[in-house]
């Protein structure tokens, strides 16, 4: 049942008291009229139920009228905030729409928490560096697997090819989303010999390593 209608003479009376009442109210209600021209509740949405409060240079919250001091977990929200900057950029749509919504809460959570946009922008600098460096060496131990399964074969070398196939592609598509071109096949092939020459390196120190058993088992018998 709606509340009874407010003439405007009434009004005038009861609108201070209620502004009173607002001045108090930590969560962002107010009142208005609604279309109907009833006083109702309303939630202001440009309002915060989180504020901060500075109390003996620490940061505290209040939440829910509870202060809450957070200031020791200022690293791992970084870390969260980073973390999520890159699933914001998978290529899995609903994955990067949750990450997307976490990195805007955290950021809001860590600005309030003294951390500036400055500061945030570092953050997601350096996290996509960490990630472009990550998937170039995944890349090259994608390569180095494929060179390998050629030189001394495998079973299901058909299958093993395809998977191989799929996560280079996989890997391409996720550095075009950080912001990097794809790797071009000029790219790929002087990865590849590089990682034949290090294969090649590996062989031989371990023929080195067989000889040297090989003649100790002889010395011994």
Excluded at 35 to 55: G, M, N, Y
Excluded at 84 to 98: F, K, V
Excluded at 184 to 191: A, G, H, K
Aim: glycine residues 2%; negative net charge; aromatic residues 6%.
């Amino acid at each position: 049942m709606s509340p009874p209608k407010i003439e405007a003479s009434e009004e005038k009376k009861i609108d201070p008291l209620l502004r009173e009442k607002e001045t108090s109210r930590p969560f962002g209600f107010t009142w208005k009229r609604d279309d109907e021209d009833d006083v109702a509740l309303h939630v202001d949405t440009s309002q915060t139920f989180l504020t901060s409060v500075r109390s003996d240079a620490k940061s505290l919250f209040k939440i829910l009228g509870y202060k809450i001091d957070l200031t020791d977990k200022v690293c791992q929200f970084k870390d969260a905030y980073a973390q999520n900057t890159i699933q914001a950029r998978t290529n899995n749509s609903i994955l990067s729409l949750y990450a997307k919504f976490k990195v805007s809460a955290l950021g809001q959570l860590l600005t309030l928490l003294g951390v500036s946009a400055e500061d945030l922008q570092m953050l997601q600098k350096n996290a996509v560096i960490a990630a472009l460096d990550e998937n170039e060496t995944l890349m090259r131990r994608n390569l180095n697997n494929v060179a390998l399964m050629e030189i001394v074969g495998a079973k299901k070398a058909k299958k093993a090819k395809a998977m191989f196939r799929e996560a280079a592609s996989q890997l391409n598509a996720q550095r075009v989303l950080l912001g990097k071109p794809a790797f071009s096949e000029e790219d790929l092939t002087q990865m590849t010999m590089d990682e034949i020459q290090l294969l090649i390196e590996d062989f031989e120190k371990e023929a080195a390593n067989l000889s040297y058993l090989l003649d100790h088992l002889r010395l011994v018998n």
